[in-house]
């Protein structure tokens, strides 16, 4: 390449150096060739960039590269930045010239149609493709917009515990771990118990990590390792919980349309599907009312019955925006959530379903601030008083009404990107039979 200092840039900051001679490396995403001139595109994960390359105008081992140069070697390029209002970003690189770096043999992954489980072994290298690229950006925007969110309105981060001596949402999918010779640990299932006493500590607290279940089936739905958002709020109880959760898929959604419309675009997703989410009240069915609209449209269900997703999706499609389905019986809810005073056989929680057969993104509740009660109930449910005395402390000394939700990343990603499937959105999943790459 000529000695001549270009300074380096990346593909997304080309429209800021128009008429501007840059170097910019990256990887062959694709190339055209015709008798004259040579179409190479290069990513670099900021973006892609056409370069444009005529016999005439660059040398000709750099012609001869660009014939030669085979689908995500490690190529440089050095141009003059043209706006080019047809392509892709807005512009164009007229090449002066351009070199492999490392010239790569045999990309495992073609633009030919492979199978699922070839690409979810190939993981590593999947992620380069340019869905994998734009389902990345959108979850990294939808979580630098959850902390934004919280920020703004003066939550404080806490961040729970990974390594728990106890269950939290039930025995059956706890991923069990030595901790020390004696003891053994559990991998947390949310860090929802940890909160409440932080929000003892600092009013508003949130927390967001990863969150493990040792789900025994294979379901589009379902990961064993996943990433959870919980907020925990003193003195919210059920109604203002409702109106938080809201608010949060409301802004999280508006923000996804406003930075991420390119990668949006790229996965040809329904936008007007998105927009109507912010417009629009959310509704809230009462379990009970949830019961009767299931058993119109054929379901056998009855009071008592937990939803699977086939019900989910039903009680959803006559919707555009996420339902909120709350007061679920105290019978298939967890040990903390608290009872309905007007109605004490259901409880003062929420789940939240995502329109177009998404399914459950959020579930929350008023938590159980009266000692004796929740005593009750962890006896009730079997579960070891010594292990939760901690958790029952938060009752005993200066006890107060709080509430809290937990949003699945992958969920809530899967929806905004139009994705059924969780295993695409999150870098390496964690499924049944499945821990490679
Ligand atoms: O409804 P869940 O089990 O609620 C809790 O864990 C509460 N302790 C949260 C709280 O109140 N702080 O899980 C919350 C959300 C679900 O709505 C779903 O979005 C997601 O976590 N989720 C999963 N996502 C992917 N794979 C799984 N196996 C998931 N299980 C739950
Ligand atoms: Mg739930």
């Given at each position: 390449?000529?000695?001549?200092?270009?300074?380096?840039?990346?593909?997304?900051?080309?429209?800021?150096?128009?008429?501007?001679?840059?170097?910019?490396?990256?990887?062959?995403?694709?190339?055209?060739?015709g008798?004259?001139?040579?179409?190479?595109?290069?990513?670099?994960?900021?973006?892609?960039?056409?370069?444009?390359?005529?016999?005439?105008?660059?040398?000709?081992?750099?012609?001869?590269?660009?014939?030669?140069?085979?689908?995500?070697?490690?190529?440089?390029?050095?141009?003059?930045?043209?706006?080019?209002?047809?392509?892709?970003?807005?512009?164009?690189?007229?090449?002066?010239?351009?070199?492999?770096?490392?010239?790569?043999?045999?990309?495992?992954?073609?633009?030919?149609?492979?199978?699922?489980?070839?690409?979810?072994?190939?993981?590593?290298?999947?992620?380069?493709?340019?869905?994998?690229?734009?389902?990345?950006?959108?979850?990294?925007?939808?979580?630098?917009?959850?902390?934004?969110?919280?920020?703004?309105?003066?939550?404080?981060?806490?961040?729970?515990?990974?390594?728990?001596?106890?269950?939290?949402?039930?025995?059956?999918?706890?991923?069990?771990?030595?901790?020390?010779?004696?003891?053994?640990?559990?991998?947390?299932?949310?860090?929802?118990?940890?909160?409440?006493?932080?929000?003892?500590?600092?009013g508003?607290?949130?927390c967001?990590?990863?969150?493990?279940?040792?789900?025994?089936?294979?379901?589009?739905?379902?990961?064993?390792?996943?990433?959870?958002?919980?907020?925990?709020?003193?003195?919210l109880?059920?109604?203002?919980?409702?109106?938080?959760?809201e608010?949060?898929?409301?802004?999280?959604?508006v923000?996804?349309?406003?930075?991420?419309?390119?990668?949006?675009?790229?996965?040809?997703?329904?936008?007007?599907?998105?927009?109507?989410?912010?417009?629009?009240?959310?509704?809230?069915?009462?379990?009970?009312?949830?019961?009767?609209?299931?058993?119109?449209?054929?379901?056998?269900?009855?009071?008592?019955?937990?939803?699977?997703?086939?019900?989910?999706?039903?009680l959803?499609?006559?919707?555009?925006?996420?339902?909120?389905?709350?007061?679920?019986?105290?019978?298939?809810?967890?040990?903390?959530?608290?009872?309905?005073?007007?109605?004490?056989?259901?409880?003062?929680?929420?789940?939240?379903?995502?329109?177009?057969?998404?399914?459950?993104?959020?579930?929350?509740?008023?938590?159980?601030?009266?000692?004796d009660?929740?005593?009750?109930?962890?006896?009730?449910?079997?579960?070891?008083?010594?292990?939760?005395?901690?958790?029952?402390?938060?009752?005993?000394?200066?006890?107060f009404?709080?509430?809290?939700?937990?949003?699945?990343?992958?969920?809530?990603?899967?929806?905004?990107?139009?994705?059924?499937?969780?295993r695409?959105?999150?870098?390496?999943?964690?499924?049944?039979?499945?821990?490679?790459?």
């Amino acid at each position: 390449m000529s000695e001549r200092p270009a300074p380096a840039v990346t593909v997304s900051e080309l429209p800021s150096h128009p008429g501007v001679e840059v170097t910019v490396k990256g990887w062959l995403y694709n190339k055209r060739t015709g008798g004259k001139v040579r179409f190479l595109i290069l990513r670099d994960g900021s973006g892609y960039v056409q370069c444009v390359l005529s016999k005439a105008e660059v040398p000709e081992a750099a012609w001869n590269a660009a014939a030669e140069v085979t689908q995500e070697s490690t190529i440089e390029v050095r141009g003059v930045v043209r706006l080019e209002p047809r392509a892709a970003g807005g512009v164009e690189l007229s090449v002066l010239d351009f070199r492999i770096l490392d010239a790569c043999k045999d990309f495992p992954i073609t633009p030919k149609e492979h199978g699922t489980d070839f690409l979810l072994s190939q993981r590593h290298l999947w992620l380069r493709s340019a869905r994998q690229v734009a389902i990345l950006k959108i979850r990294s925007e939808v979580e630098s917009a959850i902390h934004d969110f919280f920020y703004k309105r003066g939550y404080t981060r806490v961040d729970s515990p990974i390594l728990t001596p106890n269950a939290c949402e039930g025995t059956s999918n706890l991923f069990e771990t030595e901790y020390t010779e004696e003891e053994k640990a559990y991998l947390s299932q949310s860090g929802q118990l940890y909160l409440e006493p932080a929000a003892a500590a600092l009013g508003k607290v949130y927390c967001f990590g990863p969150t493990f279940r040792a789900e025994k089936s294979k379901t589009r739905r379902h990961l064993r390792e996943f990433w959870m958002v919980e907020p925990e709020v003193a003195f919210l109880e059920i109604e203002g919980l409702m109106d938080l959760a809201e608010e949060f898929i409301k802004e999280l959604t508006v923000r996804v349309l406003d930075r991420r419309a390119e990668d949006l675009k790229r996965l040809e997703r329904d936008l007007t599907k998105l927009e109507t989410v912010a417009q629009k009240p959310f509704p809230r069915i009462p379990y009970r009312e949830a019961v009767e609209i299931l058993q119109k449209k054929g379901f056998p269900v009855s009071f008592g019955d937990d939803f699977g997703g086939d019900e989910e999706t039903a009680l959803a499609e006559d919707f555009d925006t996420p339902v909120m389905v709350t007061r679920y019986p105290v019978s298939i809810k967890a040990f903390y959530m608290q009872p309905d005073p007007a109605d004490p056989e259901v409880v003062l929680g929420l789940d939240m379903l995502a329109p177009e057969g998404y399914g459950e993104i959020i579930g929350g509740s008023q938590r159980i601030h009266d000692h004796d009660l929740l005593l009750s109930r962890i006896k009730q449910h079997n579960l070891p008083i010594e292990a939760f005395q901690w958790y029952l402390d938060v009752r005993k000394y200066g006890t107060f009404p709080h509430s809290g939700f937990g949003m699945g990343l992958e969920r809530f990603t899967a929806w905004m990107c139009g994705v059924p499937h969780l295993r695409e959105c999150i870098p390496y999943p964690r499924m049944l039979y499945r821990i490679y790459p």
